[in-house]
């Protein structure tokens, strides 16, 4: 089976450090991506990579960026971290040639900036 | 972008009972993908269907599509306590790598 790994399942930082948020897969999938996790908001994409050093804008990169160095790992960014980070960010990953068999996700990681 | 809107937001029924839920969307689709979600944790992927299909099953999961109402539905018949979870419906459209989630339907069901 398909494993996603992140990092961290619970995170406390501060107001204005920055955060590495890590997300590993081990079946060589091209495409990853990060999404926060809000009530009442659901799912909201961040940033994806179609693959290695590639990376595109989703629907919520402010105060965000990524990294994706070797192609089992995706890392989410936050730049200066700031209260309204607050959230759960789920990581996922997709091989092409597995289009029509969804994204596989991670735990999760829920990240408390204070 | 296109975002797929379940119905109802939360439903709550009796071990043994069906469970339907439903999802609208906006815009052309490949396909929609149904994902479930046990509280504090990641989706887990549930079924997907084609945009060309209409029906499609999985164990007592049934899922239906209609495009020329841009919805869907998941039935899950014979509920047990442990399906008690979220169940988001996502899309993807032409040419897109990316999937758009609905916000969810919470689902209780009460032994």
């Known amino acids: 089976d398909v494993k996603v790994t992140q990092s961290s399942r619970y995170l406390v930082k501060r107001t204005g450090e920055k955060v590495f948020l890590e997300c590993v897969q081990d079946?060589?999938?091209?495409?990853m991506f990060w999404y926060r996790q809000d009530p009442g908001l659901g799912l909201r994409l961040i940033y994806f990579?179609?693959?290695?050093?590639?990376?595109e804008k989703g629907d919520i990169p402010e105060g965000y960026s990524v990294s994706r160095e070797k192609k089992e790992r995706f890392s989410l960014i936050l730049e200066s971290a700031s209260t309204n980070q607050t959230s759960m960010y789920l990581c996922?990953?997709?091989?092409?040639?597995?289009?029509?068999?969804?994204?596989?996700f991670g735990s999760g990681t829920r990240l408390t900036v204070v | 972008s296109q975002q797929g809107e379940e119905d109802p937001q939360a439903l709550s029924i009796q071990e043994g009972e069906n469970a339907t839920m439903n999802c609208s969307y906006k815009?052309?689709?490949?396909?929609l993908q149904w994902y479930r979600q046990n509280s504090g944790r990641g989706l887990v992927h549930l079924i997907l269907?084609?945009?060309?299909?209409r029906e499609k099953h999985s164990g007592r999961l049934r899922v239906t599509l209609d495009t020329s109402k841009k919805s869907s539905s998941l039935l899950i018949t014979a509920s047990r306590a442990a399906d008690t979870a979220s169940y988001f419906c996502?899309?993807?459209?032409?040419?897109?790598?990316?999937?758009?989630f609905g916000k969810g339907t919470k689902l209780s069901v009460i032994p």
């Open positions: 996922a990953s997709r091989g092409v040639r597995e289009a029509n068999y969804g994204y596989t």
């Open positions: 079946m060589d999938h091209e495409n």
């Open positions: 990579s179609y693959d290695v050093k590639m990376k």
């Open positions: 815009t052309s689709i490949n396909n």
């Open positions: 269907i084609r945009s060309n299909e």
């Open positions: 996502a899309t993807d459209g032409a040419g897109s790598y990316q999937l758009t």
